[in-house]
């Protein structure tokens, strides 16, 4: 092959993606001293899914009870929730909140949040940029531990693509989450990259059986500005006001089973959830909880002045008058393949934000399998405060690592053969296109009696296509151009997240929160009381389970409705029949 | 259509930096930015927010890559 050209670039330590979690993350490492380079598919500022970012709910212990945020969070979630990440929200959003404020970050809209704030202060702390360029690999040293990463600039319009080599001291993935590039939902930029990357090294992945359900509409799909309207006009923080509800208002699986049962409701309204149009006569929804979160206000930090408070119930209509006729009722799948916000990806089981089993690794935010958020989003407010949260812990632990080892070094035979892989799709001559792999992968795995509501026979059918595409056409993929050799990348990590989801899926034997299975419909704490976890070992994907601590379980003196009070199709007469407790 | 025109361009390139799926580029010769992958906008308005003299048009559909038996 002709060798591609080159750059390469030096830091103590790499931060791959530049939303909240790589911000904090960059930001607490130049404070410690450390050389940061912040890499960056896109441009720094406009990263991810930050400039979406709308919403926020800090923990303020003068005025909300801890107990109530613990067992709320717990049953919306479904009890597999980490509780240890929800006591570091707790303790530490609010400084996040006030941190935000001090920038001026409490000035913009969301989309100018990040070139206005986030951006001027990574250049005023030193932090040098390296843009326009996806990371396709991590580097290792000999010992295995990470010690930089391989990638490319696909923009070819001015000057040819070249490889970029990034050797660090260690590496935060801040990559964010991803999906299958599915109609109406803005996170086409991300392809679940840090965890096709960390899997590649041996990391541990969690989550991917559960999934975000945001819809969008019947007859404009692809239109997902209009379900983001509302949130780009608000400029200042916008704050949930009360601790998250027990029930209502999370990312729930109920238009997909309400599908499942009684078929399309085209009446299904324009709200995010595809709330119904209101009932003439009966009290708006949310009223009750609007009213019992007024005790709140005037209190704590919602004294601060200048903030938008949502006082609770369903979302803001995200449309103008008249768009619910034009755009049509909610359908499933905006976010097909992407997982619960800070509940999929690397597994970090001491709460450094270190990936399990992998030296010099780390990951924040949607990156980072934290399981904050259990198997449901519960409700709106969590995210970028945790990954802000999140991207401040993982440089702390990184800053750590790098002080106490000296820097390692990459043979360079390693470095060029991650080149020459990287490059292999612009080699080759006959094959397949990334375009055509991102539809037929888009087509098996959306429609939802694949994706939402799972079946063994299902799940297994859809499992021999996605390997199919995995082993015979990933090899062979072609790449003319700069543009086509991200595609290409990007369509092989959603293709490993596939198999990673429809693996999940078959192994995780029971329904929970965003997770049912028409073959086991029911909740079962005694065998499934855990996270599923997907490893690399030997070139094959190894599912494990990894058991939650019995404290953590829903309380043995109420009864199973009283705990689980959303219903699965099919679940009561499973619990009718079932010759075993669980 | 997704992304539909860009008209009356200044050369500033902020709808390039700001869209996050590399539809949009600049033209060497003319300095202006240019529709040059059409088929991957995800219409998320970023582009038209981000440009000072609004010269983007956007427009809510879209046309859906028919399913082909390869490609």
Redesign the interface.
Known sequence: MAEAPKSTYSSDLLIIGSGFAGTFAALEARKNGLSVIMVDK??V??S?MS?WASDSRPFDAEIYDRDEWHLNLAMNTEYVNDRVWLDIFMDESLDIFYELQAMGAHETKP?ERG?RVFRSELEAAGVAFVE?TMVTSLLKDDDGRVAGAVGFT??D??EASKAVVLNAGAVVLCTGAGSY?S?G?????QTFDGDAMAYEAGATIVGKEFHDTHPTFAF???????G?KWA?EVKGAYVMVGPPNKLEGGLTLGNALNVYQNGVDRRLGVGPGGEPPPVPGAPPPGAEERERNRKYLGKGYLRTPGLHLDMGGPPEAPSEEGDGEK?GHRVGGATAGMGVHKSEGILSSDYSCAADGVEGLYAAGDALGSMLCGSLYPGRGFSSYGSAIQGRRAARSAVNFVKSNPPPKVRSEKIEAAVRNMWAPRENAEG??P??LT??LQ?TMTPFHVLYIKERRRLDGALASIEFLRKHCVPRMIARDG?EL??AHEVKNMLLNAEMKLRAGLYREESRGTHFREDFPVRNDKDWFCWVTVQQKGGEMNMGKQMLPEKWKPSSSNSYRENYPRVFPGEDEYLRNQRFSI | MPIDRIHGCIGCENCVKACPTDVIRMDPASNQAFIAYQQDCQICHLCRLSCPVDAITLTPGKAMLPTTSWG
């Open positions: 896109g441009v500022g406009w991810g400039p989309f070139t326009r696909y923009d319009s001015r590039k109609p939902f803005p996170i086409w930029g404009a799909p692809a239109a997902a500005y209009e983001w780009q755009l397949y296109s375009e055509w539809v037929t087509n543009h991200r595609m």
